[in-house]
């Protein structure tokens, strides 16, 4: 615990010096400037482990400041064509989307459904299909963001598994990893949400390696700081609040609500299990929505009250859209499409946009 206060008291100084430098402007950064520069002699005069803390404090809201300031004066955090290398990914990307066109699938939507869900490209999603989705509290299943990054992550994990445990295999694996979701994110555009998961897969891997604590609050907070150094910019982008958000969420509230359900998983019965799953995904849902919910009601001015259902129903179908669908391009690309896998890819996208039709009906 000790860990986690010491990176929080040093990463959400500066993320508060960010947002306020990027919602208030430079005017008011010279004077809070000023200020804590004032602090800061203070805290030297004083020279006490109280004062150190308040020195670093100051410090990184500081530099948050400046961060936000420079960024928006300079613009440093577009990237704006990106050599050759770039070109190479972006170009990719569009290959990916062009190859998934091409699968045989009886029904179109399910191409744009697909094509949504592995490339984030939404534009040919028919808008009563996205009327659903949005009405029933599912956009996000639609928007490219960690939670498919964190299905791709999960294929390619499994898949390394064939590596090995030795130390050198190790690093193989975490390098084939890192590579192949990096690759991932800059084809899709390198979204905040999208990004955010990459640099919690580059701190995890490391952690792993390393052999070091790996929670998900000292995670978070060191991927907060890491995020907002590159780009302070994305802390007005609503992917990356919403992003941020639901993992404070999963990371402080879920365990609470997790604690509601009584016993030790490991002594559950079958139906217990089952009942227990479906609590904890209830649990994470809720304790999402709390974090997300006021965010999404400023941007949006809408709040879905069927969130439960629609995350119970769409999330369980989205992890297994996902991998279906890049098997199923890997076998078309192959030559060697199989009936089996277009028929079962098209029967799961249906039964998704058929339940969250239905609860967008509610």
């Keep these: 615990m000790k860990e986690v206060r010491d990176i929080a008291g040093i990463a959400l100084p500066f993320v508060i010096g960010t947002a306020v430098s990027a919602y208030a402007g430079g005017g008011f950064l010279y004077s809070t400037a000023i200020l804590i520069t004032i ?26 400041l400046l961060a936000a300031y420079t960024d928006s004066q300079m613009s440093y955090s577009r ?37 949504a869900l592995i490339t984030g490209e939404r534009s040919d999603i028919p808008d009563e299909v996205a009327k659903a989705f949005r009405e029933s509290g599912g ?10 990054l964190g299905i791709i992550y999960a294929i390619v994990r499994f898949i390394t598994r064939v590596y ?23 084809a899709t555009g390198a979204g905040a949400s999208v990004t955010r998961a990459f640099i919690f897969i580059i701190i995890g891997e490391w952690a792993r390696l390393s ?34 958000a639901a993992v404070a969420g999963i990371a402080y509230i879920f365990p609470w609500l997790q604690g509601f359900w009584p016993g030790n998983r490991h002594d559950d019965a079958v139906l217990t ?22 965010i999404a009601y400023i941007y949006f001015g809408t709040f879905p009250s069927q969130f439960i259902l629609t995350n119970l129903i769409a999330l369980p179908l989205t992890g297994l859209i996902i991998p279906m669908t890049l098997l199923t391009l890997a076998a078309n690309q192959s030559g060697i ?26």
């Design 39 to 64: 602090l800061i002699l203070y805290s030297i005069h004083r020279h006490s482990l109280a004062m150190t803390w308040s020195m670093i404090i100051c410090c990184m809201f500081m530099c948050g």
């Design 79 to 115: 990237i704006d064509g990106g050599g050759l290398l770039m070109t190479k990914i972006l170009t990719f990307g569009e290959s990916m989307k062009n190859a998934i066109d091409a699968i045989p699938f009886d029904n179109d939507r399910t191409r744009f459904i697909a094509k």
């Design 139 to 148: 956009s996000h299943i639609l928007a490219l963001s960690g939670l498919h």
């Design 164 to 186: 090995g445990n030795t130390r050198n295999s190790k690093i193989l694996r975490s390098f084939t990893i890192i590579s192949i979701c990096g690759f991932y994110t800059l």
């Design 211 to 244: 052999g070091r604590p790996s929670g998900l609050k000292r995670i978070m907070m060191a991927a907060l700081l890491i995020h907002l150094s590159l780009s302070p910019s994305s802390i007005r982008n609503v992917g990356f609040q919403l992003s941020y």
């Design 273 to 294: 299990k089952c009942a227990r799953w479906i609590w904890n995904s209830a649990a994470m849902s809720i304790a999402c929505q709390i974090t997300t919910g006021p």
């Design 337 to 362: 499409c199989i009936r089996m896998l277009t028929y079962c890819t098209e029967w799961l996208v249906t039964a998704l946009c058929e339940s969250l039709s239905l609860l967008s009906t509610m």
